[in-house]
């Protein structure tokens, strides 16, 4: 089993959360030190773009390329907001982060905004965290107490409040322009896009959106240097480690730090316990509920960006949901798709109708009263809905449908042809 | 209207609207506190909220019937969210959604007759390394089984007093 020394859980206790003086002991706000004592704000965001880390909410873009984009030197009111709404099915690494050690996302907020030229930072965190808003707040007053937030942060002239936001449940909010919506108390529709949330985002000002988890791997990369970050990676092109879910059919569920480029089956077998109740593995949802199922013939690939990519899926969270060989696939599918077409926000045509119609056919499918015409609509709404809807909610919806009729036609086939589902008969 | 809350809160609220630069980004603050003292929004809440927010009842409205989780009905005492969402469902969620209805005899959406307990479904709770997890009041259960329900129900009814 691969041994690997943790950097964001490296203060995770059973059922204890770290605070202030033990995240100090163990190096805590060493690299927001160093940062402003030693570093210029550019240099900074050079550390980060030469680290190659790739934002951990979902869409793994370039965090030094989005900063790039920041108007950083110019003067102004701006923001960094950090995306905690972490509502998307399969992942709960955000969670297990705030829960083992609130102070770590704090630096990273900190180092990111004295990179960013920011005075200002938001954390939206989703409804259901009420345990985690309570570690950030205590972690904040701490933070406070000790000169490491608010007005000359120790003492380097450096200013920089950051207020608590939480939200009131709605997938739709994690994506970064609803979430911008959100937080100005206005109903959380995306928005155009351009502009860009780095050019005008919230209340109309710059606005840099960061993951939790992207944040918290900011202390360490100043700390340690983005050549030492991005040899920690067991890929050529990755870096750093990620925070794995691994949850379905495991023997073990649970949250795990690793490299990334863990290999997917070795990461089933050793920190999930391989499948459950001795069953054989089907297939697994690689990333969250939106990206497109890998199966047993993909269990040798790296979870990495780019080798995910090239399958056809994505690493997006990092939250691992396996299926067993007894699974339906088509009612697995439908699963995922009611939550989409339920958390829809009604904005575009493509995503709230579209998505209760994929919904319509997969139970018809499944019911057993399916037909081949049934098949090709559903192929149809592949095409009509990806690349259609305002927002990439409707898109990543659509990763599970498309994963289904990729690797799985022939089941959806036998349900047809059966009349019913043949797993369930 | 004053009734939703007391005149002390409503003026606490009012100063923080004052103090703030973007007063409507309190929109969910005063919603939550609404709901926090009267256990769901109701349209004369919504009222209060648009007069202490400086917004109309529709700026409101359109924001508090987005969130799942402010209630625009009355709820009982405690409400039940059940997670349907991938995790929880591959291991049995479905079930222990059956046995609550069994066991309150209330479907989905419902209310028990002695106002306790109000049963619905919910997207994750990111529990999912916990599924199947169900969230009653403010408490999350974990690897919640159809046989461990009644006894978490008890618990529940003990814990919110006559």
């Given at each position: 089993?691969?041994?690997?020394?943790?950097?964001?859980?490296?203060?995770?206790?059973?059922?204890?959360?770290?605070?202030?003086?033990?995240?100090?002991?163990?190096?805590?706000?060493?690299?927001?030190?160093?940062?402003?004592?030693d570093?210029?704000?550019?240099?900074?965001?050079?550390?980060v773009?030469?680290?190659?880390?790739?934002?951990?909410?979902?869409?793994?873009f370039?965090?030094?390329?989005?900063?790039?984009?920041?108007?950083?030197?110019?003067?102004?009111?701006k923001?960094?907001?950090?995306?905690?709404?972490?509502?998307?099915?399969?992942?709960?690494?955000d969670?297990q982060?705030l829960?083992?050690?609130?102070h770590?996302?704090?630096e990273?907020?900190?180092i990111?905004?004295?990179?960013?030229?920011?005075?200002?930072a938001?954390?939206f965190?989703?409804?259901?965290?009420r345990?985690c808003?309570?570690n950030?707040?205590r972690?904040?007053?701490?933070?406070?107490?000790?000169?490491?937030?608010g007005?000359?942060?120790?003492?380097?002239?450096?200013?920089?409040?950051?207020?608590?936001?939480?939200?009131?449940?709605?997938?739709v909010?994690?994506?970064?322009?609803?979430l911008?919506?959100?937080?100005e108390?206005?109903?959380?529709?995306?928005?155009?896009?351009?502009?860009?949330?780095?050019?005008?985002?919230?209340?109309?000002?710059p606005?840099?959106?960061?993951?939790?988890?992207?944040?918290?791997?900011?202390?360490?990369?100043?700390?340690g240097?983005?050549?030492?970050?991005?040899?920690?990676?067991?890929?050529?092109?990755?870096?750093?480690?990620?925070?794995?879910?691994?949850?379905?059919?495991?023997?073990t569920?649970?949250?795990?730090?690793?490299?990334?480029?863990?290999?997917?089956?070795?990461?089933?077998?050793?920190?999930?316990?391989?499948?459950?109740?001795?069953?054989?593995?089907?297939?697994?949802l690689?990333?969250?509920?939106?990206t497109?199922?890998?199966?047993?013939?993909?269990?040798?690939?790296?979870?990495?960006?780019?080798?995910l990519?090239?399958?056809?899926?994505?690493?997006?969270?990092?939250?691992?949901?396996?299926?067993?060989?007894?699974?339906?696939?088509?009612?697995?599918?439908l699963?995922?798709?009611?939550?989409?077409?339920?958390?829809s926000?009604?904005?575009?045509?493509?995503?709230?109708?579209?998505?209760?119609l994929?919904?319509w056919?997969?139970?018809?499918?499944?019911?057993?009263?399916?037909?081949?015409?049934?098949?090709?609509?559903?192929?149809?709404?592949?095409?009509?809905?990806?690349?259609r809807?305002?927002?990439?909610?409707?898109?990543?919806?659509?990763?599970?449908?498309?994963?289904?009729?990729?690797?799985?036609?022939?089941?959806?086939?036998?349900?047809?042809?059966?009349?019913?589902?043949?797993?369930?008969? | 209207?004053?009734?939703?809350?007391?005149?002390?809160?409503?003026?606490?609220?009012?100063?923080?609207?004052?103090?703030?630069?973007?007063?409507?980004?309190?929109?969910l603050?005063?919603?939550?506190?609404?709901?926090?003292?009267?256990?769901?929004?109701?349209?004369?809440?919504?009222?209060?909220?648009?007069?202490?927010?400086?917004?109309?009842?529709l700026?409101?409205?359109?924001?508090?019937?987005?969130?799942?989780?402010i209630?625009?009905r009355?709820?009982?005492?405690k409400?039940?969210?059940?997670?349907?969402?991938?995790?929880?469902?591959?291991?049995?969620?479905e079930?222990?959604?059956?046995?609550?209805?069994?066991l309150?005899?209330?479907?989905?959406g419902?209310?028990?007759?002695?106002?306790?307990?109000?049963?619905?479904?919910?997207?994750?709770?990111?529990?999912?390394?916990?599924?199947?997890?169900?969230?009653i009041?403010?408490?999350?259960?974990?690897r919640?089984?159809?046989?461990?329900?009644?006894?978490?129900?008890?618990?529940?009814?003990?814990?919110?007093?006559?």
């Open positions: 089993m691969r041994i690997c020394a943790p950097l964001l859980f490296k203060n995770r206790q059973p059922s204890r959360t770290v605070f202030l003086e033990g995240y100090r002991k163990t190096g805590g706000y060493q690299g927001l030190k160093k940062a402003l004592r570093m210029t704000p550019a240099a900074v965001r050079q550390e773009k030469a680290s190659a880390l790739r934002g951990r909410g979902g869409a793994g370039s965090t030094g390329l989005k900063w790039s984009f920041f108007p950083a030197d110019e003067p102004g009111d923001y960094l907001v950090c995306n905690g709404d972490e509502m998307e099915p399969g992942t709960f690494k969670r982060l829960l083992a050690d609130p770590h996302l704090l990273g907020i900190l990111a905004c004295y990179a960013l030229g920011i005075a200002t938001y954390i965190l989703r409804d259901a965290y345990d808003a309570a950030l707040e972690a904040m007053a701490e933070a406070r107490d000790a000169g490491l937030l007005d000359n942060i120790l003492g380097s002239g450096f200013n920089c409040e950051i207020h608590l936001h939480r939200s009131a449940g709605r997938y909010c994690g994506e970064e322009t609803a911008l919506n959100s937080l108390g206005r109903r959380p529709n995306p928005r155009a896009k351009p502009p860009f949330p780095a050019v005008k985002g919230l209340f109309g000002k606005t840099a959106l960061n993951n939790i988890e992207t944040l918290a791997n900011v202390p360490h990369i100043i700390t240097g983005a050549d030492w970050y991005r040899g920690l990676a067991l890929t050529e092109q990755g870096a750093g480690t990620k925070l794995y879910g691994l949850a379905g059919h495991i023997e569920p649970g949250c795990v730090e690793l490299p990334i480029g863990m290999p997917l089956g070795e990461l089933i077998r050793d920190f999930g316990g391989g499948v459950w109740q001795q069953r054989s593995f089907k297939a697994c690689p990333g969250g509920a939106s497109p199922y890998l199966t047993a013939a993909h269990l040798d690939v790296a979870l990495d960006y780019d080798p990519e090239q399958l056809g899926t994505r690493l997006g969270t990092g939250g691992v949901v396996v299926f067993d060989d007894r699974t339906c696939m088509v009612a697995a599918t699963n995922l798709l009611r939550f989409f077409a339920r958390e926000c009604g904005w575009c045509t493509p995503c709230r109708d579209g998505l209760p994929v919904c056919l997969l139970e018809r499918i499944e019911s057993g009263q399916g037909s081949h015409e049934h098949l090709a609509m559903l192929q149809e709404q592949l095409r009509h809905i990806n690349g809807s305002f927002c990439a909610l409707a898109l990543g919806a659509m990763g599970p449908v498309e994963g289904l009729l990729r690797h799985f036609t022939e089941e959806v086939v036998d349900h047809i042809r059966r009349g019913c589902c043949p797993l369930k008969n | 209207m004053a009734m939703l809350l007391s005149e002390k809160q409503i003026a606490q609220l009012k100063r923080r609207v004052t103090e703030t630069p973007h007063p409507r980004e309190m929109v603050d005063v919603l939550h506190a609404i709901q926090e003292a009267k256990g769901w929004v109701s349209d004369e809440g919504i009222e209060l909220a648009a007069a202490i927010l400086g917004l109309t009842p700026q409101v409205e359109e924001i508090a019937t987005f969130y799942d989780k209630y625009r009355p709820v009982g005492r409400v039940i969210h059940v997670c349907d969402s991938i995790c929880c469902w591959s291991r049995g969620s079930a222990i959604m059956l046995r609550l209805q069994q309150l005899g209330i479907a989905p419902e209310t028990t007759a002695d106002g306790m307990f109000t049963l619905l479904p919910t997207c994750c709770l990111g529990a999912c390394g916990d599924a199947p997890a169900v969230r009041g403010k408490n999350l259960y974990g919640v089984t159809p046989e461990d329900l009644a006894g978490i129900l008890e618990g529940e009814r003990t814990e919110a007093g006559p």
